[in-house]
């Protein structure tokens, strides 16, 4: 796993948010201020991703509801370089907590998406931001991880 370097000022700006994170805790706070863009490498984005459930019709008269990726389903495809870091954000948009699951990528476990390797969820209505580098290269797919009742 690539391990991120901080620059001297970035250290003293994670640290300080860190310590209001510490006092501060209403309203999603914290999880803004733990994703925000100085634990990227450069602020960089690559992708973003918004997860929800939207309405399909699969047949006529015969609709469905599905967890769509930016509103398709399946979701857009994403392109990365293998041996090359990528950033995302991933939203939450619905009302229960997910994850996003990356097939064949060679990812840590806090960005696998798979809840029984303890990858942290993301809240209902919330927020991740993730890093990987893609390895090995190859078509994969990805999806959400979630049980719904």
Not at 2 to 16: A, D, E, L, N
Not at 45 to 62: C, N, Q, V
Request: net charge positive.
């Amino acid at each position: 796993m690539h391990s991120p370097t901080f620059s001297r000022r970035q250290f003293i700006t994670g640290t300080s948010a860190l310590a209001v994170v510490g006092i501060a805790h209403a309203n999603n706070l914290t999880h803004r201020l733990l994703t925000s863009s100085f634990f990227a490498q450069d602020g960089a984005i690559d992708y973003t991703l918004h997860i929800k459930a939207s309405a399909f019709e699969i047949a006529p008269k015969r609709i469905i509801s599905a967890t769509t990726y930016n509103g398709q389903f399946p979701g857009p495809l994403l392109r990365f370089k293998e041996g090359r870091p990528v950033v995302l954000d991933i939203y939450n948009d619905t009302d229960t907590p997910e994850q996003l699951h990356w097939h064949g990528q060679k990812v840590s476990v806090d960005v696998d998406g798979a809840a029984e390797e303890g990858t942290p969820l993301i809240p209902a209505h919330g927020m991740r931001r993730i890093a990987f580098t893609p390895n090995p290269a190859g078509l994969r797919f990805y999806h959400t991880q979630s049980r719904r009742s």
